[in-house]
């Protein structure tokens, strides 16, 4: 059974960083397909970044250039580092995974073949249960 365990939320004030934490406990797979999600009250979940094991990152418009996520692929763990924090990131951070992992997709790019994990096509259905996030003004 995987058990997604989020650490590292907390209150900041505005202009401030924090580095969100989730570890999927139980997940024996090499490859893996993780988010972080949030949700402010009132408002729809919304997604802030994307990573794969392998490193691939995507992020949601709002936050672009402000956090970067980074797989530890030996632990099954990914990282939210958040920086330029404003009051409108204030919101219940979510994390979540695909399991299993989706297959490969293979591509010519550049002169070479470059397989990466196919989660964009894949819903999350594995999912944290919340870590706070406030930041003041």
């Known amino acids: 059974q995987v058990e997604l365990v989020e650490s590292g939320g907390g209150s900041v004030q505005s202009g401030g960083s924090l580095r969100l934490s989730c570890e999927a406990a139980g997940y024996t797979n090499t490859k893996f397909c993780m988010a972080w999600f949030r949700q402010a009250p009132g408002k729809e979940r919304e997604m802030v970044a994307a990573?794969?094991?392998?490193?691939?990152?995507q992020y949601g418009d709002s936050v672009k250039g402000r956090v970067a996520a980074s797989p530890d692929s030996a632990k099954n763990t990914i990282h939210l580092e958040m920086n330029s924090l404003k009051p409108e990131d204030t919101a219940v951070y979510y994390c979540?995974?695909?399991?299993?992992?989706?297959?490969?997709?293979?591509?010519?790019?550049?002169?070479?073949?470059?397989?990466?994990?196919?989660?964009?096509?894949?819903?999350?259905?594995?999912w944290g249960q919340g870590t706070q996030v406030t930041v003041s003004s």
């Open positions: 990573v794969d094991s392998d490193g691939n990152t």
């Open positions: 979540a995974m695909i399991n299993p992992a989706p297959p490969l997709n293979v591509d010519y790019i550049g002169g070479r073949y470059v397989a990466k994990l196919d989660c964009a096509n894949y819903d999350y259905n594995y």
